[in-house]
């Protein structure tokens, strides 16, 4: 019997990070987009051992601060673009300053020297993954799908889709069909 | 960050087109460490040694000799030791079943191999570019499929 699962990716990493730093004895408070303060810890215990039991769970700590920084940005665009309502208020650049306390010039440039690409292309990659498993999920029409990622148009949608991945959403919806159909492991 | 090197493997049996895309390889800006092979035979003999540094993404020329780039492809996507690579066919075939069929066999990027140099070097980019972004953010790598 195969089954199909939907992750919350935030709620998942919270739990884990909760479970994992309250069985360590370690006190914190959470800021929201990857980052926790921690107010205390016991004597025995120092970062390293927090990094190696958050590790198991492919969370990692990051002591470069550029890199993040590009985390929280990466995270923050992940929840605005799911956040409907809010994303169809803000637009990104506000948005990000706002909740980063950074000036969006300063976010772009930090962004564009770490990750190989911009703040904008980041947020079409995004968008775009999030409508891939919208299509593959079935249950919204594209016409759906674009109003929830605040597109103007299904045209709108389809055109950034075709340019973003090089397949229209249809070929791709099939694709990905197919593959299931085999089992095609990925 | 000092953004750290791409590790790049390129299967063709053809030595021109290796040539061809090294340079162009060379010519950006992102840094890389290219393994070239001759043929899938001698790639998958290399991927399957212990100890070695993966690549993080495949070049596979799809026709061949001994073995062929979709024979490769199955392979890789069948080792679970493999299978998180990403693979993109690099071929002059532009029939939409070859293409179609890559995909549903797990290649993630489809590239019809430019005639142009500067072509081939944007096409190069673009895919390393969106590749890394598939490694370091959180993306739904099972739907990264990219035609160019």
């Known amino acids: ?32 987009f990857g980052e926790i303060e921690i107010t205390g810890m016991p004597k025995a215990l120092n970062m390293e051992n927090i990094a190696e039991k958050l590790g198991v769970y492919g969370i990692e700590v990051i002591s470069d601060q550029q890199m993040a920084l590009v985390q929280r940005i990466k995270d923050a665009i992940a929840i605005l673009i799911n956040d409907e309502n809010n994303y169809k208020k803000y637009n990104i650049s506000t948005y990000l300053a706002e909740t980063l306390d950074y000036s969006y010039d300063y976010l772009s440039t930090i962004f564009s020297e770490t990750t190989y690409t911009s703040i904008g292309n ?22 759906e799908i674009a109003f929830k990622l605040n597109y103007s148009s299904v045209a709108h949608l389809s055109t950034q889709f075709k340019k973003t991945t090089g397949l229209t959403p249809s070929t791709f919806q099939k694709i990905i069909r197919k593959r299931k159909e085999r089992q095609v492991m990925l | 960050m000092a953004l750290h090197t791409l590790n790049i493997a390129l299967a063709d049996d053809d030595e021109d087109d290796r ?4 340079d162009a390889i060379d010519a950006l800006k992102i840094k890389t460490k290219l393994s070239l092979f001759v043929n899938g035979k001698e790639l998958m003999d290399y991927l399957t040694l212990p100890n070695i540094i993966l690549p993080e993404i495949i070049f596979l020329d799809l026709n061949m000799p001994v073995k062929n780039g979709m ?14 690579i990403s693979v993109a066919i690099y071929s002059t075939s532009s029939s939409e079943d070859d293409i179609e069929e890559t995909f549903i066999n ?13 072509d081939l070097k944007a096409a190069i980019e673009r895919v390393l570019q969106v590749n890394w972004q598939y490694q370091t953010s959180i993306l739904n790598r099972d739907n990264f499929l990219l035609r160019i």
């Open chain 1, 122 to 143: 980041f947020v079409i990659l995004k968008k775009i993954d999030v409508a891939k498993s919208l299509i593959i999920e079935n249950e919204l029409t594209l016409t």
């Open chain 2, 106 to 118: 797990g290649a993630n990027i489809y590239i019809n191999k430019p005639h142009k140099f500067s």
């Open chain 1, 1 to 32: 019997m195969i089954i199909n699962l939907k992750f919350d990716i935030n709620i998942l990493s919270k739990k884990i990070l909760c479970q994992e730093l309250n069985a360590l004895g370690v006190t914190y408070m959470i800021h929201g």
């Open chain 2, 19 to 22: 040539i061809v895309f090294k």
């Open chain 2, 71 to 84: 024979q490769c492809l199955r392979e890789i996507r069948e080792n679970t030791h493999l299978n998180a």
